[in-house]
């Protein structure tokens, strides 16, 4: 069937325009009904421009039918951020002179009962298509990559060694898809717009360092890239 829609929609396109901030910084600005995240994708080149990556995203302003090639009319986009110009970067500016702007429904797919039938099984978004909060489906897609080989590696059997794979996966990205879908990591994005509608002087006296880093942690728990889990945990390189 089709997968299902957040709502969401998500505009993604690159220009070329002149550094934002110190010129190797990404940005997330917005909460949970609007939001604009750019990057930097290369160096700044002699004309004093480089390309940004970009993506906007607005609640209830497009459809979930699924079509990853549909180019659109910046015009109502830069519209929907009109008010998104500051003085460290110019938002409306930045989505008028894309080359081309691509528009994606945020969808993802409900966590399935079972991966492995026999000797096949499934990996990355096949296994666990999820929202791209906390950027994280090719990591995932990694670390289903590396698990699979530890235990196809190390099992008495393939079979065995693809149920050990899904014993180990299927649990963690169930998890996973779950805190994409309450924005991940950007769920502090959300407090603060919550908490403190008309802004704020330092983002700890809306939410407490304390609580930002526990946000954080869990998310990286999650995700499994928490650095103490992981230097904790046995290595899965198998040695000969
Ligand atoms: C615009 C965008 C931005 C993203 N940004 C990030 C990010 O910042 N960080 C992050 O971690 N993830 C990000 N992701 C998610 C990430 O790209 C995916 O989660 C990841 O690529 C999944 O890897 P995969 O190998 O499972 O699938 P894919 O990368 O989709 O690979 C599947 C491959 O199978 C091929 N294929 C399909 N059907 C057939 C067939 N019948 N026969 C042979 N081959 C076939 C396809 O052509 C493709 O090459 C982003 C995704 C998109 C679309």
């Keep these: 069937?089709?997968?299902?829609?957040?709502?969401?929609?998500?505009?993604?396109?690159?220009?070329?325009?002149?550094?934002?901030?110190?010129?190797?910084?990404?940005?997330?600005?917005?909460?949970?009904?609007?939001?604009?995240?750019?990057?930097?994708?290369?160096?700044?080149?002699?004309?004093?421009?480089?390309?940004?990556?970009?993506?906007a995203e607005r609640r209830g302003a497009g459809s979930g039918e699924v079509d990853w090639n549909h180019p659109i009319d910046p015009q109502p986009i830069v519209d929907l951020f009109r008010e998104w110009a500051f003085d460290w970067i110019d938002i409306p500016a930045l989505i008028a002179s894309a080359d081309e702007i691509l528009e994606y429904p945020m969808v993802d797919r409900d966590?399935?009962?079972?991966?492995?039938?026999?000797r096949t099984t499934l990996v990355g978004d096949a296994a666990h298509a999820m929202y791209p909060n906390g950027s994280n489906g090719g990591s995932q897609a990694t670390l289903d990559a590396r698990t699979l080989a530890f235990h196809l590696a190390t099992a008495a059997s393939p079979?065995?060694?693809?149920?050990?794979?899904?014993?180990?996966?299927?649990?963690?990205?169930?998890?996973?898809?779950?805190?994409?879908?309450?924005?991940?990591?950007?769920?502090?994005?959300?407090?603060?717009?919550e908490r403190a509608p008309e802004g704020f002087a330092h983002i700890h006296d809306v939410i407490g360092p304390d609580e930002l880093e526990e946000v954080a942690t869990a998310y990286k728990r999650a995700a499994g890239f928490h650095p103490a889990s992981l230097n904790g945990r046995a290595s899965l390189s198998v040695v000969r």
Excluded: C, H
């Excluded at 550094?19 to 939001?35: A, N």
């Excluded at 966590?111 to 026999?118: D, I, R, S, V, Y």
């Excluded at 060694?161 to 769920?187: I, M």
């Design 1 to 55: 069937g089709a997968p299902p829609w957040s709502g969401l929609t998500l505009w993604r396109g690159v220009a070329t325009a002149e550094p934002f901030l110190d010129g190797s910084t990404m940005v997330m600005v917005g909460d949970g009904e609007q939001k604009f995240v750019a990057y930097p994708l290369g160096p700044v080149g002699p004309d004093g421009r480089m390309p940004i990556n970009f993506i």
């Design 111 to 118: 966590a399935l009962p079972q991966w492995t039938f026999g």
């Design 159 to 193: 079979e065995a060694g693809l149920r050990a794979y899904e014993a180990d996966r299927r649990p963690a990205t169930a998890a996973l898809l779950e805190q994409t879908r309450q924005a991940g990591p950007e769920k502090v994005m959300v407090l603060a717009a």
